[in-house]
C-alpha cells in the first residue's frame, strides 16, 4: 500500500475521475457530497448517513450515487497494520 499510496488522503490517478483515499485511522462524521460514483471499501468500514438512514459499508460492500447526494460519512474502523 505505502507505494502506491504512501500518504493519507486524496489521490487522483491518471483515468480522470479515478481516484483513490486512504486513511488509516477511525475519523470523525465530515459533511460531503458525493457525485455520480462507485465507491468500494478495500479494508476496514465507513458509516454513511443518507437523510435519517444509517449505512455501514465495508471490504464485501460497495455504494453507487447517481447523482449528487449529501452523506455525512466516518470511517468506523481502520488500521495501518492492514
Do not use: W
Not at 488522503?9 to 486512504?22: A, C, D, K, N, Q
Not at 453507487?64 to 452523506?71: G, T, Y
Amino acid at each position: 500500500m505505502d507505494l502506491h499510496l504512501p500518504n493519507e488522503g486524496v489521490h487522483e490517478t491518471s483515468i480522470p475521475s479515478l481516484f483513490f483515499i486512504r486513511y488509516s485511522s477511525v475519523s470523525e462524521p465530515a459533511y460531503r457530497v458525493y457525485t455520480p460514483s462507485f465507491c468500494v471499501i478495500a479494508q476496514g468500514s465507513k458509516e454513511v448517513l443518507i437523510a435519517q438512514e444509517r449505512y455501514e459499508f465495508g471490504p464485501a460492500d460497495y455504494l453507487i450515487a447517481s447523482m449528487n447526494l449529501p452523506v455525512v460519512g466516518q470511517i468506523m474502523k481502520a488500521s495501518p497494520e492492514v
